[in-house]
């Protein structure tokens, strides 16, 4: 089972800016790679997601041209630039791992099989 651990949360003024990192345990090349976030009673909900073996990026409307998603397959690490920050993007971010044969949305929390533990980000107005 892949380990994942998430890092890179913080605290920081609307409009700000925080890297987030989530290195895994193993090659992860080959796997859809994405980070869900969820609010105080809300669901998770898909953020951005990455699958680096056919260069596909998917965003949630809600962050497209705010955040991006990137691998470093050389560190097996997922990185989420997130920028331009607002009020309603805190929550705890996860990262997630789904491997093959791949279906439904990539941002049904249900598609995928691993977690890491989350990282908190908070922002203030």
């Known amino acids: 089972q892949i380990q994942l651990v998430e890092s890179g949360g913080g605290s920081v003024l609307a409009g700000g800016s925080l890297r987030l990192s989530c290195a895994a345990s193993e090659n992860i090349s080959w796997r859809y790679m994405a980070w869900f976030r969820q609010a105080p009673g809300k669901e998770r909900e898909g953020v951005a997601g990455?699958?680096?073996?056919?260069?596909?990026?998917d965003y949630a409307d809600s962050v497209k041209g705010r955040f991006a998603i990137s691998l470093d397959n050389a560190k097996h690490t997922v990185h989420l630039e997130m920028n331009a920050l607002k009020p309603e993007d805190p929550g705890m971010y996860y990262c997630?791992?789904?491997?093959?044969?791949?279906?439904?949305?990539?941002?049904?929390?249900?598609?995928?099989?691993?977690w890491g533990q989350g990282t908190q980000v908070t922002v203030s107005s």
């Open positions: 990455i699958y680096m073996e056919r260069g596909i990026t």
């Open positions: 997630a791992a789904d491997g093959p044969p791949f279906g439904g949305s990539w941002s049904d929390p249900d598609e995928y099989d691993d």
